[in-house]
């Protein structure tokens, strides 16, 4: 069974350009999080869908990011205009349900 | 929001050495995880504890769900090369699938 996926890998965009991270999550899988994790520090919570609903979108940091999960299957995380500030690199993962969470190779974005 | 201290941030030993490594919240948490990333790639759940006190191993590793729910620790027996890796705990406040993350303890393994 495929794991989790995101897309692409490596981003580097320059400040003020957008950049859309995208995220498949494991077949099946009704819950799916967006995390990111700036260099060095702790790996931190965004948001989580349950099917195509935001079920908690508290860790978004700005109106500048976006977060869509259309029909319930993968996601995608835009970024709108992106700054500095958001590099890092963005973990998503996903679950059946309860706490055991699943995550992929995550997307390094940096912003120049 | 809430903040995991996890420590140490790094370590260097020799293979063959015991390591240990926690996670303490100002919080009490009702579920610890801990969770290894190897380069490139995602963390991967290693130690899921759900109950305080409880003592959970898997192989090597053996973590604890501190009694006071505030803290966790995680040991490694025997070190080898492979461990490498960054060590992340987490925790979950309520029955929310909401986690904490610590900043992660880098892991290095000396042959």
């Known amino acids: 069974e495929a794991g989790v996926t995101q897309f692409p890998s490596h981003s580097v965009i320059e400040k003020g350009q957008t950049v859309t991270l995208r995220c498949d999550p494991i077949?099946?899988?009704?819950?799916l999080y967006w995390y990111r994790r700036v260099m060095g520090k702790e790996i931190k919570f965004l948001l989580h869908f349950v099917k195509e609903s935001k079920q908690d979108e508290s860790g978004m940091p700005n109106n500048r990011f976006l977060a869509e999960r259309t029909g319930g299957t993968y996601s995608t995380l835009k970024v709108q205009p992106a700054e500095l500030e958001d590099s890092g690199v963005y973990f998503c993962?996903?679950?059946?349900?309860?706490?055991?969470?699943?995550f992929g190779p995550g997307t390094r974005l940096t912003v120049l | 929001g809430q903040q995991l201290n996890q420590s140490p941030q790094s370590m260097f030993i020799q293979e063959g050495e015991d390591v240990s490594m926690n996670c303490t919240s100002s919080s009490i948490f009702n579920t610890w995880l801990w969770y290894k990333q190897d380069p490139g790639e995602g963390p991967v759940l290693l130690i899921a504890l759900y109950k305080a006190g409880e003592l959970t191993s898997n192989g090597r590793l053996t973590a604890q769900f501190g009694i006071t729910r505030k803290d966790s620790f995680l040991n490694i027996s025997a070190s080898i090369p492979s461990d490498v890796g960054i060590y992340f705990c987490?925790?979950?406040?309520?029955?929310?699938?909401?986690?904490?993350f610590g900043s992660g303890t880098k892991l290095n393994v000396k042959p």
């Open positions: 993962a996903s679950s059946l349900s309860g706490a055991v969470q699943f």
């Open positions: 077949s099946g899988h009704d819950n």
């Open positions: 987490a925790g979950r406040l309520n029955n929310f699938n909401k986690f904490y």
